[in-house]
C-alpha cells in the first residue's frame, strides 16, 4: 500500500502566548563601524530609557512584558510608538541567548552618521583609533558621559557596529553624546588641531605623563586598541605622547579604564 499523504512541513513551534516576534525577520547585513542598514534592537531598562529620551532616535515599536510597561510608566517615559504585549520567553527568541532584556525591546532605527561638524563648540573629545571590543567602547561612552566628554570619535573600520551589544554596554550612554565615525583618524587629528584643539595620544613610551602634559582650551584625547597602541601615524599627527604612569605593581589599564582616568586628568588640567 502506498502513501497518498502529501508531504507537509512541520509546523514551526512558537513561544508560550502567542507568536515569537521577528521569528522569519532576519537582521539587515551590518558594516562594521558605520550605522546598520535597516532597524535594530535596543533591550535593557537604561538603554530603552535613553532612547526615548534621545529626539535624534526614530523609534518604531516597543515589545514589552506587562510589568515591563509599569516600569517605564513609572520613570514616567512617554511612549511614542505602538506597544506589543509579550512574554520574557518571547524576548528570549529576539536577542542573543546571554542578553538581559529586563523584559524590554526597543525597534529603532540606527542614530544619524554623526560627523565632525558635530563637533563645533566642542571642549572635550575622546578619540579610540581601532578599539574594537564593543564592551570596551560602551563602558567608554558611559564614561565620556558621566566625565562630561562632547563627543566619542572611531573609525569607520575596525570599530563596533552601533548594535544591541554596544549599545547594552553603554547602558543608555550611546543615546546621551555624540559617536562620531571618521574614515581616517590621523586625518581628523590633523584638521582637530588646525581647528585649535590640541591633541594628546596616550601612549606608554610618552616623553610626560599626562598629569605633566601641557593642555589647551580644547582637547582631543587619543586611545589606541589594547596590545597595537595608538598607530604610528596617529600617534605622529598629535601635539603631544603622554602616559599614565600606575604608581602600583600593575602598569597599564585596560582600555576602558585607561579612558576614565584619563578624561579625569584632563578635566582637572583644562579647569573644567
Given at each position: 500500500?502506498?502513501?497518498?499523504?502529501?508531504?507537509?512541513?512541520?509546523?514551526?513551534?512558537?513561544?508560550?502566548?502567542?507568536?515569537i516576534p521577528?521569528?522569519?525577520?532576519?537582521?539587515?547585513?551590518?558594516r562594521p563601524g558605520l550605522p546598520p542598514e535597516g532597524p535594530i534592537l535596543l533591550?535593557?531598562?537604561?538603554?530603552?530609557?535613553?532612547?526615548?529620551?534621545?529626539?535624534?532616535?526614530?523609534?518604531?515599536?516597543?515589545?514589552?512584558?506587562?510589568?515591563?510597561?509599569?516600569?517605564l510608566e513609572e520613570r514616567g517615559i512617554r511612549i511614542d510608538v505602538p506597544i506589543e504585549t509579550v512574554q520574557p520567553r518571547q524576548l528570549d527568541h529576539m536577542v542573543t541567548r546571554d542578553?538581559?532584556?529586563?523584559?524590554?525591546?526597543?525597534?529603532?532605527?540606527?542614530?544619524?552618521?554623526?560627523?565632525?561638524?558635530?563637533?563645533?563648540?566642542?571642549?572635550?573629545?575622546?578619540?579610540?583609533?581601532?578599539?574594537?571590543?564593543?564592551?570596551?567602547?560602551?563602558?567608554?561612552l558611559r564614561s565620556a558621559v558621566a566625565l562630561d566628554a562632547d563627543a566619542v570619535v572611531t573609525t569607520e573600520r575596525h570599530a563596533p557596529e552601533e548594535g544591541p551589544v554596544?549599545?547594552?554596554?553603554?547602558?543608555?550612554?550611546?543615546?546621551?553624546i555624540k559617536h562620531v565615525r571618521?574614515?581616517?583618524?590621523?586625518?581628523?587629528?590633523?584638521?582637530?588641531?588646525e581647528q585649535g584643539f590640541t591633541c594628546v595620544a596616550l601612549d606608554s613610551d610618552g616623553e610626560a605623563s599626562l598629569e605633566e602634559t601641557e593642555f589647551g582650551p580644547k582637547?582631543?584625547?587619543?586611545?589606541?586598541?589594547?596590545?597595537?597602541?595608538?598607530r604610528q601615524g596617529v600617534r605622529e599627527a598629535c601635539d603631544h605622547l603622554a602616559r599614565l604612569d600606575m604608581p602600583g605593581q600593575i602598569r597599564s589599564l585596560?582600555?576602558?579604564?585607561?579612558?576614565?582616568?584619563?578624561?579625569?586628568?584632563?578635566?582637572?588640567?583644562?579647569?573644567?
Open positions: 500500500m502506498t502513501d497518498d499523504t502529501p508531504n507537509r512541513r512541520p509546523k514551526r513551534p512558537s513561544a508560550k502566548g502567542g507568536r521577528f521569528a522569519k525577520k532576519k537582521p539587515a547585513p551590518r533591550y535593557g531598562m537604561h538603554t530603552v530609557e535613553a532612547a526615548f529620551a534621545n529626539k535624534d532616535r526614530k523609534r518604531r515599536k516597543l515589545f514589552a512584558t506587562e510589568n515591563a510597561q509599569r516600569r542578553a538581559v532584556h529586563q523584559g524590554v525591546i526597543l525597534e529603532a532605527d540606527p542614530l544619524p552618521a554623526y560627523g565632525v561638524k558635530e563637533l563645533r563648540g566642542a571642549r572635550l573629545v575622546l578619540a579610540l583609533d581601532q578599539v574594537t571590543d564593543p564592551h570596551n567602547v560602551g563602558a567608554i554596544l549599545a547594552k554596554s553603554a547602558s543608555g550612554a550611546l543615546d546621551m571618521v574614515k581616517n583618524m590621523a586625518r581628523f587629528i590633523t584638521e582637530m588641531s582637547t582631543v584625547l587619543v586611545l589606541g586598541s589594547e596590545g597595537k597602541g595608538v585596560n582600555v576602558s579604564n585607561a579612558a576614565v582616568l584619563a578624561l579625569y586628568v584632563a578635566r582637572t588640567k583644562m579647569g573644567l
